[in-house]
């Protein structure tokens, strides 16, 4: 149908939800899938609020790189469509506490919302401080901004992290997230919303 975005599934997604099905559970993957997908959807609607097109959607084990046909929205509207996602979230989490409904949808809901909110490439806190640089500074200058406060805000997470494992003897999923994230804040120069 013309008009309507591709959309293609990452040979990693199927395998990675069975594995953790079998790891945590159908219940818990459920909360989780269908909190990214809430999560995702927010984006959507924002990016066709904003007069957006979208050209393509790839689906990923938690989560979608959703690509713009064009880059014609304002740096406020890039701001609100970054932010859609983890708003969303938590008014999805505000929902459920409310109305007791699914406590597992609800924390997924509010850590996924918590996790994209941190200002890191490519997470949708990075893309919305990316986009409010942009209003004062080049794109080169807004860039070097951006990448500083991703290492400063990764770095500090992984040193209270790596502290957590060590003597709190906390689980390492934090650790690999964060370090996973500072590598692509040092490797990757792609822009994602």
């Known amino acids: 149908m013309k008009g309507l975005p591709k959309i293609t599934i990452s ?3 199927p395998i990675c939800l069975a594995a953790f099905c079998v790891i945590y559970g159908l219940g818990y993957i459920s909360s989780i899938v269908l909190s990214v997908t809430v999560h995702e959807l927010g984006h959507i609607a924002a990016i066709y609020l904003s007069r957006g ?3 393509e959607i790839t689906i990923r084990p938690f989560g979608a790189v959703i690509k713009r046909a064009e880059r014609g929205t304002s740096y406020f509207s890039d701001i609100f469509i970054a932010l859609s996602g983890p708003l969303a979230n938590i ?8 109305f007791s ?5 609800a924390s997924a809901s509010l850590i996924l919302a918590i996790i994209n909110l941190i200002p890191a490439r490519p997470l949708d806190g990075y893309c919305a401080v990316k986009a409010f640089a942009l209003l004062f500074f ?19 997470i992984w040193i209270f992290t790596v502290y957590t494992v060590i003597f709190a003897k906390f689980n390492l999923s934090l650790l690999i997230m964060t370090t996973l994230l500072i590598c692509e ?4 120069r792609k822009e994602i919303i």
């Open 11 to 13: 040979l990693s997604t």
């Open 53 to 55: 097109k979208i050209s």
């Open 91 to 98: 008014f999805s989490f505000i929902l459920c506490m409310n």
């Open 101 to 105: 409904f699914s406590e597992a949808f």
């Open 138 to 156: 080049s794109p080169n200058t807004s860039e070097k901004i951006c990448r500083a406060i991703s290492l400063t805000v990764l770095s500090a």
């Open 185 to 188: 804040a040092v490797i990757s």
